[in-house]
Nanobody
């Protein structure tokens, strides 16, 4: 199965933008649904956005219109572009993968990245 490494987290002011990347290694990346989850202090891990192997996307209501997920199968990389960031977006962001299908709750994930911290200051 794939292995995932995130990059791109950091500190940004409210209203700013940030992009995350997740590089995958291993076979058959094109067959994996890929996604981003986040976990804020004291809260459960939640789905932010996901994209299937067929490029169907889904977003949490809280990020619709502000975040965009994309994938580049030639680079085995999935991206999360985050615009109009809010302090409530502060969390550790995790890249996730599932062979086939779509990503939903945390139980649908088969592979996790190590996480990258995004901090949005007010």
């Amino acid at each position: 199965q794939v292995q995932l490494v995130e990059s791109g987290g950091g500190l940004v002011q409210a209203g700013g933008s940030l992009s995350l990347s997740c590089a995958a290694s291993g076979p058959a990346f094109i067959n994996y649904a890929m996604g981003w989850y986040r976990q804020a202090p004291g809260k459960e891990r939640e789905l932010v956005a996901a994209v299937t192997s067929g490029y169907t996307t889904t977003y949490a209501d809280s990020v619709k219109g502000r975040f965009t997920i994309s994938r580049d199968n030639t680079k085995k990389t999935v991206y999360l572009r985050m615009n109009s960031l809010e302090p409530e977006d502060t969390a550790v962001y995790y890249c996730a993968a599932r062979y086939g299908g779509m990503l939903y709750n945390v139980h649908s994930v088969s592979v996790w990245g190590q996480g990258t911290l995004v901090t949005v200051s007010s």
